[in-house]
């Protein structure tokens, strides 16, 4: 969605939260980091879901300037194999070196911008939920 069919739909409706997330990653839409701009001007609670597969520097350093209140990660499994498996055309070492430079950018910048980690449970990696808690606690996220 461009910018400004966004801005027509959210005047009308002035959420109190927004969750940017839908088919494919929102990293792809080059209005993103103004559509977060304007909903936190508008004093929208805002989340954004992502794969962490666009989540480079230049892209985390807009994304932490805009300040959403959540950035949610999906990340499947934290079994390089499994994770390529059930995430078709990702790249576990580039994901997990992405989101680990998320977590370091925005306690750096001491940003109010709280990290969670999203997991869906499947029979791929039902046997993993333990280890993807762990793992991602150690990273200092906010919540799995």
Known sequence: MNFEN????????????????????????????????????HDSIVKLDSNATLLNDENIKKLLSVQP????????SVNKK????????????EVIYNFKNL????????????????????KENILELIDLITFFDALGVDSV
């Open 69 to 76: 209140n959540i950035i949610s990660v999906s990340i499947d």
């Open 103 to 122: 977590i370091s950018q925005r306690n750096n910048l001491k940003s109010p911008t709280k990290i969670h980690v999203n997991f869906v449970l499947q």
């Open 6 to 41: 966004f801005k027509k739909i959210y005047d009308e409706i002035n959420p109190a939260y927004l969750n940017l997330t839908g088919i494919g990653e929102p990293l792809l839409n080059p209005d993103l980091f103004k559509i977060i701009s304007y909903a936190k001007k």
């Open 82 to 93: 499994n994770y390529e498996k059930i995430r078709k055309n990702a790249k576990f070492d």
